[in-house]
């Protein structure tokens, strides 16, 4: 990739819908369902070929920070960038603009999430080249939309507007709304109209950003120019406990928003969003029902991870590195094995566990979300 080109990987989610075997010391970026490695590692793996690692940064929070770093030891420790707390998206990646852009006023940032799945990394490695030169030819804020697969009610939709000229090498659409996590009959509706999933993938100038950030959510964007001029050119990586302190007080102050809700919304409907429609084999891993998505069946539907058999059961999903799970007779469960809890519930359900884990800790059992 050029010299002005920078990746940023979001790794502060908690990823509470894969309780129990997620917890805070122990986040969803860490896990390792799908192969030997991390979430964590292999999105880093997957850019890696895209990126210098001195243009590779990862965000974080501070009660994941010593975990992140242990994983990614090659990384140079400036470039991790802390945040006080998960704040949702929007300060994360305004914060990582901010660094960006102190580097390099003309640096184009690639934002990609920790904890999501790629299966064709080739396909995968065209498509942001191709986004990359579409949000430099029209300075534009783009995000790549994932050609849907099935009605999934759990996943934001990008609408398509007009196709864009003069896009090579990609399907490129002007983005003319979103909709947020629709029921069935929307969501068949929407693949209809051919509506695109919200991958949470973006590329955009680091400056374009902050530029929208001022425009549509000022006060958020207020915090950020007090770290961009506590930091006075200084990398927020390797900051000196001052400038710590000054982060720390302004995202006090921050509205906790999603990128989608602070930018990108709004300024969709000003025509300020484009999308390049993407097939690499995505999935944002987002619940237990995911993983069964994803992984080998037998001819009943049902898979696994670790010791497990089914015996008159199908479409179920167990997890046990170390005992054995015996399902009989079970239809659409989960069973989760961990040393000091056992989750068992519907599959179809799965979205539900990040309440269950409310109702475990509103109960007195906060020992066991930890």
Known sequence: M????????????????????SRPSYP???????SGKSLLQETVDRVSPLFDRNR??????????????????????????????????????????V?????DPDGVMVVLPADHWVSDSKKFSRTLKAAIK???????LVTLGIKPEYPETGYGYILRGKKVRGSPGARAFHVRG?????????ARQLLRSGALWNSGIFVWRARTILTALERYSPSLFAGLRRIMEAARGRGLGAAPPRLRAVVEGEYRKMPNLSIDYAVLEKAGSENRVLTVEARFGWSDVGNWAAIH??????????????????????????????????LLGMENTVVIDTPDAVLVGDLKRA????????????????RYTR
């Open 2 to 21: 050029g010299a002005h080109h920078y990746g940023v990987i979001i790794a502060g989610g908690k990823g509470t819908r894969f309780w129990p075997l």
């Open 28 to 34: 969803k970026q860490l896990l390792r369902i799908l």
């Open 56 to 97: 590779l940064f990862v965000v974080t929070v501070g009660d994941h920070d010593k975990a992140i770093r242990r994983e990614l030891k090659r990384l140079p420790k400036a470039n991790f960038l802390i945040e006080p707390r998960g704040n949702n998206t929007a300060p994360c990646i305004g914060l990582a603009a």
């Open 99 to 103: 660094e960006i852009s102190a580097r």
């Open 134 to 140: 579409l949000a430099e030819a029209h300075d534009a």
């Open 178 to 186: 979103f909709k947020e996590k629709p029921s069935v009959p929307k």
């Open 293 to 326: 998505r994803m992984l080998a069946k037998d001819r009943r539907r049902n898979a696994g991870v670790g010791r497990w058999l089914g015996l008159s059961s199908s479409g179920c999903l167990a997890y046990s590195p170390k005992r054995l799970i015996a």
């Open 351 to 366: 979205q539900e566990v990040k309440d269950l884990v409310e109702e475990v800790e509103r109960r007195g059992y906060r």
